[in-house]
């Protein structure tokens, strides 16, 4: 997932379904726990990993959504609505760890994920690259607040631009905001 620190923008998650085959390891041989890559990493193994999957796909809650239900509940909205926007159906999933007792898909979650799975690194990369071109995009809406550049995590500049601003629609109410608080993209 991608976002789930952050205060403002939504949170989202990807799902991805390689090919059987032993390759592609070699293939996607770059693509690790997207916090580990660069942004320019990020986005070349994104185009890469678009390429070579089977099916992907990026599911999203909103940052309403995360202060109607909290952030956890969100989380697994945006997991739902990534594995329903594939075009295939796996028969078994692989989920990054997260607390999930009613789990409605069949498959196991992995401890550092993203380090155990490629399908699970890759489906992080993809998260975090389409969060960060949307939060790109947002920054252009929401002229002030510095999107483009913190991508809506806790920074003393984002900071500076809430007290001088205010919270826009896209920041998270729920989420305490204040002073010696930041968070990492």
């Known amino acids: 997932e991608a976002g789930r620190g952050a205060w403002a ?61 909290g952030i956890l509940p969100a989380n697994r909205l945006a997991m739902i609505r990534a594995i329903q926007g594939l075009a295939l159906s796996p028969e078994y999933h692989l989920f990054d760890f997260i607390h999930w007792k009613d789990c409605p898909y069949p498959g196991e979650r992995l401890v550092k994920g993203e380090s155990q799975s490629l399908s699970i690194a890759a489906a992080s990369v993809l998260a975090k690259t389409t969060r960060d071109e949307l939060m790109r995009g947002l920054d252009e809406q929401f002229e002030g607040y510095g999107f483009a550049r913190h991508k809506g995590y806790g920074t003393a500049r984002h900071r500076q631009a809430i007290q001088r601003l205010g919270l826009c629609e896209i920041h998270r109410k729920s989420f305490s905001i204040t002073a010696g608080q930041e968070s990492q993209p």
């Open 9 to 69: 923008g939504p949170v989202m998650a990807g799902a991805v379904i390689l090919p059987n085959d032993p390759g592609i390891g070699l293939t996607l041989a770059g693509v690790r726990d997207s916090k580990l890559m660069t942004p320019s990493q990020r986005e070349r193994w994104a185009i890469e990993i678009k390429t070579v999957a089977l099916a992907w796909s990026v599911g999203q809650a909103s940052a309403a959504e995360i202060d109607q239900i």
